[in-house]
């Protein structure tokens, strides 16, 4: 609330402003800090605030453990697949329903809505029991299928948004200047389409990439983990022994870290490609 | 799988972007079917049959016998009147309900807290605010839950040392053992990673608010709590509605956190919530009628929350 632009309460709020700040980045300045420290300086009985640690070692010691890189290559295979088929299927859906009226229509953005609030919680023994009588337990396949099915409902809405944004007559225009519908839509529609599809494919990715839940009941085997459960498998093999925390956070930072490189990245782009789409269209 | 928060704000964006729609065609066709083919089928196979199977087997029996092939019986709402008369079922239902209600009552008055302290910081400190926000925003669940058990780890951890600094003994306290201490810091982490999407979403709807009407009300004399429930809150209700919705929905089916809490060695019957609590019964004693029927229970309810929700998109859909 503003309280007028008295010079107390904007120091005072310029400084709750820099506590709350400090408050919500400590722990993923601490995720960072630990982990460039030995563990003989985080075995010390006051922990150290500034980053004069340096040392690779944990880093290295986590990569040449021989488990990560498997467990990387599975996230970025299934988010690989997982983005390229949702993307294509939420924008034909959503092409269907912002460019048509048909029977039915209202049924499925029904069904879209409500899907998309469902809890992985209250499907997710089901979909067990349905990928081992299937034989997809442990495959790509198989997470990727539960995965494309859990997203598609929110892209899909996210996409309608974009695509019912792009004005027909622009289509049309072009339809009669003697492009042919499909010409039409690539040339004049698809472009103007890109910022919601980079916005929509983000998200699947991070849905994905981060994923836990499903992830854990679908990959029972230790060889075909995604980044998630690795990383919990690798907290819970290290604290059989004293938890080594320095290798964790390093564990916990290499996976975290990508994610928030590409959210911040993106994040800027995404509002700097909406505007920019606006001001060509 | 779990919505995350930047589901809801890009929501709001695309809700934004798609307002001049049009329908091209309203002619009969095959058309728009054969688009939709793709996502139906994939939806079907992954959550419809599933959703069948679950309601099928929520009526039958799953014992030892079954574990070894045998056909499951049916017996007719059997999981369903055991479950009611089961008090622990209702000791995890209200645990849920009461955790949901005070993780997403918190996040909601920090979250409007933050947003509001935005509008009036010094455009620099906001932004290094703004930043913060994102980075935890962007942290994967399960890297932050890492973090944070490490945060409260009883032998080194800094939340122990920071106390015990302050002058309270807080030297080798076991945060994860008591129940109680346990769902306290369960709820700091899911607040912690949910006000950055309501602070923002917050944010963003105050711009909603002139700056003109706010100087009027406090020149006519309006204590600022006046100028909040009275001005801004009913403009912004809106967007303090669909938040709110959302944050319950999320917490009230919270998992992750709760399982990896539970991997430092608390007592699961004690810590469980309607997740773990579904997980527990499907994996660790392949009852598969009993964690159907509560499996159930969860999506009639998440559903009958929904509604709010569909029907507000439902008139942006019309719109």
């Known amino acids: 609330m503003r309280t007028g632009s008295r010079r107390p309460g904007r120091i005072g709020a310029g400084i709750a402003g820099i506590v709350v700040a400090l408050i919500w980045a400590f722990p993923v300045y601490w995720m960072v800090n630990s982990s460039l420290l030995p563990d003989a300086v985080l075995q010390s009985s006051s922990p150290t605030f500034l980053p004069f640690g340096g040392s690779w070692s944990n880093f290295t010691a986590v990569v040449s453990g021989g488990t990560f890189l498997p467990a990387l290559g599975m996230s970025v295979l299934v988010a690989l697949v997982v983005v390229a088929c949702s993307l294509f299927f939420a924008f034909l859906a959503a092409l269907a329903i912002s460019r048509f009226r048909f029977r039915g229509r209202k049924s499925f953005v029904l069904a879209v809505l409500f899907v998309q609030m469902l809890p992985a919680e209250g499907l997710f023994i089901a979909q067990y029991k349905l990928m081992s009588s299937v034989g997809l337990l442990n495959t790509v396949l198989g997470l990727s299928v539960l995965y494309i099915a859990a997203i598609v409902p929110f892209t899909v809405w996210m996409l309608r948004g974009f695509v019912a944004g792009i004005p027909v007559d622009l289509e049309e225009a072009a339809m009669v200047d003697g492009l042919s519908r499909t010409q039409a839509f690539l040339r004049i529609t698809f472009p103007l389409l890109a910022p919601g599809l980079v916005a929509a494919g983000v998200y699947a990715f991070l849905q994905s990439w981060n994923e836990f839940t499903v992830a854990l009941v679908v990959l029972q085997d230790d060889s075909s983990r995604t980044l998630p459960l690795w990383l919990r498998g690798f907290v819970q093999a290290s604290a059989s022994r004293a938890t080594d925390w320095g290798q964790v956070m390093a564990a916990s930072t290499l996976v975290a870290v990508p994610v928030i490189v590409f959210f911040l990245i993106v994040q800027g782009r995404m509002t700097s490609g909406l505007v920019g789409g606006a001001v060509k269209g | ?30 058309a728009p079917y054969l688009l939709l083919l793709p996502a139906v089928a994939v939806l079907v196979a992954a959550m419809g049959y599933p959703l069948v199977w ?182 912004i209700r809106p967007v303090l509605a669909i938040v709110l919705l959302l944050q319950i929905i999320w917490d009230l089916r919270v998992f992750t956190q709760i399982k990896l809490l539970q991997d430092a060695g608390s007592i699961a019957s004690e810590t469980n919530l309607l997740g773990t609590y579904i997980y527990q019964l499907g994996t660790g004693s392949s009852d598969f009628g009993t964690a159907s029927a509560v499996s159930i229970f969860v999506l009639v309810l998440t559903v009958a929350l929904s509604a709010f929700y569909v029907r507000g998109m439902l008139k942006e859909d019309e719109s």
């Open chain 2, 1 to 30: 799988m779990s919505s995350t928060p930047s589901a809801g704000v890009a929501a709001m964006a695309s809700a934004a972007a798609g307002r001049s729609s049009r329908p091209a065609s309203r002619r009969r066709r095959p």
């Open chain 2, 54 to 235: 679950q309601v099928i087997s929520s009526l039958q029996e799953f014992g030892l016998a079954q574990q070894f092939g045998q056909p499951a019986p049916f017996v007719g709402l059997d999981n369903y009147a055991r479950l009611v008369t089961d008090p622990y079922l209702w000791t995890v239902v209200l645990r849920s309900i009461a955790f949901c209600l005070v993780a997403a009552g918190a996040t909601m008055a920090v979250g409007v807290g933050v947003a509001l302290l935005m509008r009036v910081l010094p455009t620099a400190v906001r932004i290094v605010l703004q930043i913060s926000l994102l980075l935890a925003w962007a942290m994967p669940v399960v890297a932050s839950m890492t973090v944070w058990r490490w945060l409260f780890d009883w032998r080194r951890g800094v939340v122990n040392w920071l106390l015990t600094a302050a002058g309270l003994d807080f030297r080798g306290h076991n945060w994860l053992q008591e129940p109680l201490s346990f769902f306290a810091v369960a709820a700091i982490i899911v607040v912690w990673m949910s006000v950055p999407f309501v602070a923002f979403s917050v944010y963003a709807g105050l711009t909603q608010v002139s700056e003109e009407v706010l100087e009027a009300a406090q020149m006519d004399g309006a204590s600022p709590a006046q100028r909040f429930w009275g001005i801004v809150v009913p403009i």
